[in-house]
Every structure is written in C-alpha cells, then in structure tokens.
C-alpha cells in the first residue's frame, strides 16, 4: 500500500477483522482511527511491511487496553469509569454555573459573620458548639446565623 490515502472499502474491511476480533462495533472505528495515527508516528522511524496487519493488531491491542483500564477504574472508582454516560449535559453545566455565581451572589448579600458562621457549618461541616467557640458566641446565636442565612439563600434563589 502506498502512502496515499486509504480507501473506502480497504477502511471497511479493516473494521469488520476488529469488530470480529474485539466483538466491539461501537469502538471499532475510534480503534481503527487510533492505531491509524499510531502507525503515522512509527513509520517516521520504522519501516512497515504488513499495514493491514499493523493496524489491525495495533487497534486490538488498544481495545484491550482501553477495557483494561476501564475496568482497572471499575474497581477502584465505580463512580469514575461511567464515561460520559452519567455525565451531565452541556446545558445542565452552564445552568448549574449560573445557579452557582446567583449564590455567589446571595452570599455577598449576607452579613460577613452570617456569612461566615454559615459557610464554617456547610463547607467546613463544624458543628454550632465549634463555631459558638471560635466566635464566643452562644450555640444560640450560631442557630440564628446559620436560620438566617439558609431563609435568605432559599427566597434568593427561588425560581433559579
């Protein structure tokens, strides 16, 4: 084969020898694609007898290492290796960033020590006794603080 582009039905016939080695159609065009890229690089320093099989051998091998890691991250993380099914949509991102800067916004609008007792029991997960110490106040008032600030942020972002 020569280092012209690679026709249509030679491609195709590429896929079909992965998907029959990996059982895998849905990936068998990235693989293909992938070991293609790989074979440009090794060439610059390499000389390639056996294309088809280079590409072939080559997308099978990362299929394997693609299942490999996936489920070496199925273990450890099952969260992690979903990909992007659980992952959420572009929209769902920039309207959880806009609800996110309206809170920004909303804590701005609280007193610094609401604000600040607020954020110590929801970021810092202290408990009302750790803050009433920390601002030598009773756990009463840290109760008014953190009722306050979570009344506010509620109305503030009512409708977000």
Do not use: C
Request: proline content about 3%; overall charge positive.
């Amino acid at each position: 084969m020569a280092d012209s582009a690679i026709d249509r039905d030679f491609w195709n016939r590429l896929l079909r020898q992965i998907i029959k080695r990996t059982r895998r159609k849905s990936d068998a065009e990235d693989l293909l694609q992938a070991a293609y890229l790989r074979l440009i690089r090794y060439r610059e320093s390499h000389p390639v007898d056996n294309i088809p099989g280079f590409l072939v051998k080559t997308a099978v091998n990362i299929g394997v290492d693609n299942y490999r890691r996936e489920r070496f991250l199925s273990e450890i993380a099952p969260e992690i290796s979903g990909g992007t099914e659980n992952s959420p949509l572009q929209d769902e991102v920039l309207a959880s960033r806009a609800r996110l800067k309206r809170l920004e916004k909303g804590l701005a609008e609280l007193s610094p020590r609401t604000r600040e007792v607020f954020l110590m029991h929801r970021l810092e997960s202290l408990k009302y006794r750790e803050i009433a110490e920390r601002f030598s106040i009773s756990q009463s008032a840290v109760e008014k603080h953190i009722a306050r600030a979570a009344l506010f942020l509620t109305e503030w972002m009512e409708g977000w």
